[in-house]
């Protein structure tokens, strides 16, 4: 009897350290038990970085954003949108909108801290120079025949953010002209009335409608400059 109990409590104990490790290795985006910093890096790592070698939320494909100190508020904001679809840019009802369906509000805010705790590193692609010294007087006095401020009254003089406003430096230039668009878009949406597909994002409608092609390629190239 007594080697019997023993062998049960054995048992017990293998199950439960076994558990243990699941739930710090799981990818299961629908236990609510599994936290964010574990999500963070068993599943969102394959794409905004954070798999071996890579640090995490520094991503090596320009079409995934880096998240690696992004804004705590800023980051649980867009996950919230990504959760309740009212971020309605394609890209991100393609491959967010799934992945953040079963999040808990406390694991949105666990990833979004995680997130804002990562050092964020230069970025790897840079572009010509004289994108670049174009990029930085938009940056930072805007346009002002053109109705454009200075990125920098918002988002602060090195592109770092403020809570509900991203950081910008170091980001992918592919991914901030994208987003650009994204607000041009709006722009155009909102005077007829319609869903916007950044409903946070009115502040940049006008201002990313007012620059030209151009100009939103050349700030955003000396964005993806900054470190
Ligand atoms: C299959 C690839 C993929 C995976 C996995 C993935 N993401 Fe994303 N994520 C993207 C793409 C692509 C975008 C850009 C969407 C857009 O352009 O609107 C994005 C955007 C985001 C943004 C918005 C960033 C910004 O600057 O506005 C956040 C926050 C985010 N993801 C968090 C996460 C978290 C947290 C996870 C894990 C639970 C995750 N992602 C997993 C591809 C992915
Ligand atoms: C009046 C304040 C304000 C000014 C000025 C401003 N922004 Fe923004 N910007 C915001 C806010 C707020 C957001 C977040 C929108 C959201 O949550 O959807 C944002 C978001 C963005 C994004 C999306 C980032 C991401 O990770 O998805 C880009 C790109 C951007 N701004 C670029 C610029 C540029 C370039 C300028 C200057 C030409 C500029 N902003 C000027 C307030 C501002």
């Given at each position: 009897m007594k080697t019997i109990s023993k062998a049960f409590a054995l048992t017990a104990l293998a199950l439960s350290v076994a558990a243990c490790s699941n739930i710090e290795r799981?990818?299961?985006?629908?236990?609510?038990?599994?936290?964010g910093s574990t999500l963070a890096q068993q599943?969102?790592?394959?794409?905004h970085g954070g798999a071996v070698g890579q640090d995490n939320g520094t991503s090596i494909n320009p079409s995934y954003p880096n998240?690696?100190?992004?804004q705590a508020v800023y980051l649980e904001t867009e996950l919230q949108e990504f959760h309740d679809h009212s971020r309605t840019d394609p890209a991100a009802k393609d491959m967010m909108w799934g992945l953040a369906s079963q999040l808990t509000t406390a694991q949105m805010k666990q990833l979004a801290e995680f997130y804002a705790q990562q050092k964020p590193h230069p970025n790897l692609n840079q572009n010509d120079p004289a994108l670049v010294a174009s990029g930085q007087k938009i940056f930072s006095e805007g346009r002002a025949a053109q109705g454009v401020p200075a990125?920098?009254?918002?988002?602060?003089p090195s592109a770092e953010g403020n809570g509900p406003i991203p950081r910008l430096a170091g980001q992918h230039a592919d991914y901030l002209y994208k987003q650009l668009m994204v607000f041009n878009t709006d722009a155009g949406r909102e005077t007829h009335s319609e869903a916007l597909?950044?409903?946070?994002g009115v502040a940049m409608d006008a201002i990313s409608h007012n620059l030209s092609d151009l100009e939103k390629h050349q700030v955003a190239a000396y964005l993806q400059s900054l470190r």
């Amino acid at each position: 009897m007594k080697t019997i109990s023993k062998a049960f409590a054995l048992t017990a104990l293998a199950l439960s350290v076994a558990a243990c490790s699941n739930i710090e290795r799981s990818r299961n985006l629908a236990n609510p038990r599994v936290s964010g910093s574990t999500l963070a890096q068993q599943v969102c790592a394959s794409c905004h970085g954070g798999a071996v070698g890579q640090d995490n939320g520094t991503s090596i494909n320009p079409s995934y954003p880096n998240l690696a100190g992004q804004q705590a508020v800023y980051l649980e904001t867009e996950l919230q949108e990504f959760h309740d679809h009212s971020r309605t840019d394609p890209a991100a009802k393609d491959m967010m909108w799934g992945l953040a369906s079963q999040l808990t509000t406390a694991q949105m805010k666990q990833l979004a801290e995680f997130y804002a705790q990562q050092k964020p590193h230069p970025n790897l692609n840079q572009n010509d120079p004289a994108l670049v010294a174009s990029g930085q007087k938009i940056f930072s006095e805007g346009r002002a025949a053109q109705g454009v401020p200075a990125c920098a009254t918002c988002h602060g003089p090195s592109a770092e953010g403020n809570g509900p406003i991203p950081r910008l430096a170091g980001q992918h230039a592919d991914y901030l002209y994208k987003q650009l668009m994204v607000f041009n878009t709006d722009a155009g949406r909102e005077t007829h009335s319609e869903a916007l597909e950044r409903p946070h994002g009115v502040a940049m409608d006008a201002i990313s409608h007012n620059l030209s092609d151009l100009e939103k390629h050349q700030v955003a190239a000396y964005l993806q400059s900054l470190r």
